[in-house]
């Protein structure tokens, strides 16, 4: 990736006190939820603390969050991911497991299921549209993978919505999300798991190094 993009340096900060501890090369070789590959970027002093994560990306201050809770790196991870309706990815609500949303999607066949191409979803469902398909969804590689539901995007917008039954962790903006056919376990796309326009502030009255950035 250093062939095509130039280095583009910046500070690495602790999520909880705001402290610098090291320093990166460019966000766009680090990823949300990452926890390899990070400790060269830190300092010296820095790296027995671990294991650290990327807890998120402040792409208008060039600044990388670390932190070394996965509780937190999990949080803030679900806070940067669109989900249908309101809710942190990897949470569990009334009986509902984690939501997010995916876009790029690529179909096995060529094209989504009927009840997901939004011709055929509107006139068999008689309610705009809201179509749902249940699948079993795959997130992180390894044999673990989750019953969910599919549907369409409320605002009419690409990419679709996903629901699980049960919790997910570590789930972050830029991976893969696979979709199989529950009944015969055949493959039947994937998408990438969307990030939202979620926008981190630096607050007045910082602490050492900088202001510890916040969601807004």
């Known amino acids: 990736m250093s062939h095509y993009i130039p280095d583009a340096p910046g500070p690495v900060i602790e999520l909880e006190t705001g402290h610098i501890v090291g320093q990166h090369r460019g966000l766009h070789f680090h990823t949300v939820g990452q926890r390899r590959g990070i400790g060269p970027v830190l300092r010296a002093t820095e790296v027995h603390r ?19 809770n996965s509780v937190s790196a999990a949080a803030t991870s679900s ?21 997010f949303s ?3 999607i690529a ?13 055929r979803a509107s006139a068999s469902s008689g309610n705009g549209g809201n179509s749902k398909f249940e699948a079993t969804v ?13 549907s369409l995007k409320s605002d009419g917008s690409e990419g679709l919505d996903v629901q699980l039954e049960e919790t997910a962790g570590g789930l972050a903006a830029g991976q893969y999300a696979a979709f199989y ?4 376990g055949i493959c039947l796309g994937s998408g990438v798991i ?11 009255s910082p602490p050492v190094g900088v202001g510890v950035l916040r969601k807004s």
């Open 50 to 68: 671990g294991p650290w994560f990327v807890a998120a990306k402040d792409v208008a201050s060039n600044v990388l969050l670390v932190t070394t």
């Open 79 to 99: 806070a940067a991911l669109g989900d249908s309706g309101g809710e942190s990815v990897g949470s569990s609500s009334g009986g509902s497991g984690a939501r």
């Open 102 to 104: 995916v876009e790029d």
């Open 107 to 119: 179909w096995v066949s060529g094209s989504p299921p009927n009840a997901l191409q939004p011709q």
């Open 138 to 150: 795959q997130v992180r590689h390894g044999p673990t993978s989750h019953a969910g539901v599919l």
């Open 181 to 184: 056919d529950p009944g015969n």
């Open 194 to 204: 969307s990030e939202n326009k979620a926008t981190w502030t630096q607050q007045p």
